[in-house]
């Protein structure tokens, strides 16, 4: 910094805390926190959490204190500060690289953040069903120019405010942004917490659960506590130095963390307030991520009286909390340039925006080519995890990795199935063309695609039980079962019941369906839809399929097993799907799979049927699980079912099942597997 020029300073200890606030609060307290804490035992991982932070603030006071001693930003203060003859100068870079890494991340995010404001606020999510809104985020994903515009809103704002200077546009918009944020957050707690059985939600996010803590393990739990109170402090790249050298010395710069701490956490418990209570009040499974935040969370709003008005607030929440985020950290980026060369505000601003990124070397990017490495190649060009690719080459081949990767579907329809103990084809139909609705046969009988349907839950036929929405590989996994009435059937994996609802309708609600789950907020999702469709054959349970039960032995005429899998079969649907897929993670369902597949074997009587399915395509899965799961249990055998498959799908079953795939059949990825018991 040149030495003629004065150092501009925050104009409160108000913009201090919050401009302090605004870069550690992000997308991590919203979409990540909140599902860690439920998973790793509730108020115990919030203790162990707390205990974390404070072993974690040490560093955010050492970076204020840094800050304020050099008066610049950490790049240029491991220059100034240290004694002659060290070489902590060598490490000056990286604060500014580690800056522009995660600038490239919320830049992207956030341009979603506004887009789903628009989204939101315009009706554009209105009316979808839950498979409609996992497409329009796959669509917003895939649409080049949705992402380029959203990045380019999100740089030139962060530009425009940094180069208003420090008091009148970084302190001054974030403190705007960071009260709007607050504001907006205990008005969507307040009424997360006053909907119908929110209490369920806060007691399975905040009660404490040794039982998590015992499944999990003590070190994977203060692993995760530890990683997300580095994450949520934004400490470690030097990110708070620049804030701690725009304060004066009057005050404790130990007391000022303590308080940004104290808004972070607060925050962070608040968004579970939010997320929780609604997703157990509309019975959906939370999740964590981009699919929470775009797919799980609007679905909610879809079904949510007033949902437009408050989906819309919630993503103008999430647009604060990143959009702060994304000033701070260019915060960072235009100080370092005046700092280390002198450079006027305005021009670092300039220099550093869109302009610079798009004249560098836009020729010199080399794009990775298909002969040279495949994966590489693909991972790139469909964005898509190196790990994920390798799977699908080694299974498929690279050409059809490369279709599966691609194929995104174009068809937004409905798919229901009619309940045939309360309606029939010809009635449905009626029903559907007096509602002005288009619709086409789909390829199993009693199926039909339904074109521009808007929110199908909200028909009168629906909330009557007529029919139910559902994919055709899920039933036609269910009709394989070959159920009749009188029988006594087990669907293992059941939430949120509608292969038991087809199972049930198959018997005439006559006979037993044992419908299982291991949490009971999913146990309610299958007693709603038996309520709704009017059946009264089943028993739902919370129980744990992968336990092996010796009461139960011999006792089913037919099994379903639709075991928890990759999801591999709807990523196509859910793009966040391919985002969690990793090698181990594989290796931890097929090994639950093993189980559940053991434990429920004994269970069938001789002459029984067992059905394997997954909506994956990783062979790991499917074929090769049964494949070991029949050298285990050679009292089982593979029971052809080309004869009751729809002529476009037999052609494809082998000797080991029918795997189906979205670019090629036109239905989700599933994979189905019908067995016989021969001896006992």
Known sequence: MSGNTQREMLGSRLGFLLLSAGCAIGLGNVWRFPYITGAYGGAIFVGIYLLCLFAVVPTMIMEFAVGRASRSNMGRALKVLPPEGTRWHIFSKIPLWGSYLLSMFYTTVTGWMLAYCWHSFSGNLSGLDTAGVASFFGSTLASPFEQVLGMTIVVGVGCLVCAMGVQKGVERVVKLMMLGLLFILMALVI???????????????????????????????????????????????????????????DRSLTGEAMWIMGLDTFVALMAGLIIFPACFAFGVEPGSGPGLVFVTLPNIFNVMAGGQLWGTLFFIFMSFAALSTVIAVFENIMSFTMDQWGTPRKKACLVNGVLRNMIRGKNDVVWPKPQDDAVKYLSVMFSAPTALCQMLVSAYGEHDAMEILRYRPKDRSVTVRVNYLRCDDARLRSLFADDELEFDPGILPGMYKVHSAGDMTRMRAFQNGLFTIQGESSVLAARMVGAKPGQTVLDACAAPGGKTAVLSEMMGDTGRVYAWDTHAHRVELIRGTMNRLKLENVRPAVKDASVPREDMAMTLDAALVDVPCSGTGVMNEKPDVKYRVTEEGVQALCRTQKDILDAVAPMVKVGGTLVYSTCSILPQENEAQIRAFLERHPEYEIQPMGAELPEKLAAHENALGLQMFAHRDGTDGFYVCRMRRVKA
């Open 191 to 249: 009424r997360s917490l006053t909907l119908p059985g929110a209490e369920a939600g806060v007691s399975f996010y905040l009660s404490p659960d040794p039982s998590k803590l015992e499944k999990t393990g003590l070190f994977p739990v203060i692993n995760a506590a530890m990683n997300q109170a580095f994450f949520t402090l934004s400490v470690g790249i030097g990110a708070m130095c620049i804030f701690g050298s725009y304060q004066g010395k």
